[in-house]
């Protein structure tokens, strides 16, 4: 089972009252959870999950994770994070990549050939950047740059699949492609089955394509030692 983003779980302990039922559950602090009832009549039991827990009192300083890989069933994207372009929201894809808490809403669902490829990047466990900083009003941006659509702070995003001048001045830019391999991945995904709803549109993904996430290590993304 896909349990990624559930902190917290509940059980019927008495099965004449609830039946056999347990549910995998999320708490915003599973160390200090919401509770709805106690004591002897209650027929529910509970506990926590920590492995997907996230302390916000921690400061999440930047590290040596440079690189946020999006694995889809038709390749690897490699994204270089831009912290320079937008810290808050490369502090949000670091955080869903080194735990690993992509939910089932990860996926691509757009595909504009010649134009973009659009997704999210959906994390159960974690608020949402809220940050919005834009780039100089006009600047393009570049074939494989990595935005927050519609001009908000995420979780929907977008990769270009060409050039797209103006761009960089209305969207949070966060990161880039980064290298011919992720651009050839990037080619196929945007080619994928898709169309535009009746009446035209956007064009969306017959079958979305579900990803995963996680993080590299400054030496083994970038080339480097250290």
Not at 7 to 30: D, F, H, I, M, R
Not at 119 to 129: E, R
Not at 168 to 184: I, M, N, P, R, Y
């Amino acid at each position: 089972a896909r349990t990624r983003g559930c902190n917290a779980w509940v059980s019927c302990s008495e099965p004449s009252a609830c039946g056999t039922q347990c549910w995998l559950k999320w708490q915003a602090n599973p160390m200090n959870p919401i509770v709805h009832g106690s004591g002897a009549h209650i027929p529910w039991t509970s506990g926590a999950m920590l492995k997907d827990y996230i302390d916000r009192t921690r400061v999440f300083e930047p590290g040596d994770a440079e690189v946020l890989v999006l694995t889809t069933q038709l390749g690897e994207l490699r994204i270089r994070l831009r912290p320079e372009w937008s810290q808050g929201s490369v502090r949000y894809a670091r955080t869903v990549g080194r735990h690993g808490l992509c939910t089932v809403k990860c996926v691509f669902y757009r595909a504009e050939p010649g134009f973009l490829l659009q997704g999210a990047l959906h994390a159960a466990a974690v608020p949402a950047n809220n940050e919005t900083v834009y780039r100089s009003k006009g600047v393009a941006m570049e074939r494989g740059d990595v935005a927050w659509a519609g001009g908000f702070a995420g979780p929907d995003f977008f990769i270009t699949h060409r050039r797209v001048g103006g761009f960089g001045g209305q969207h949070v830019v966060w990161g880039s492609l980064l290298d011919e391999a992720s651009l050839a991945v990037l080619d196929k995904l945007v080619q994928l089955p898709a169309h535009p709803p009746a009446g035209g549109g956007m064009r969306m993904i017959d079958e979305p394509a579900a990803f995963d996430a996680h993080v590299e290590a400054r030496s083994s993304a970038l080339g480097g030692t250290s």
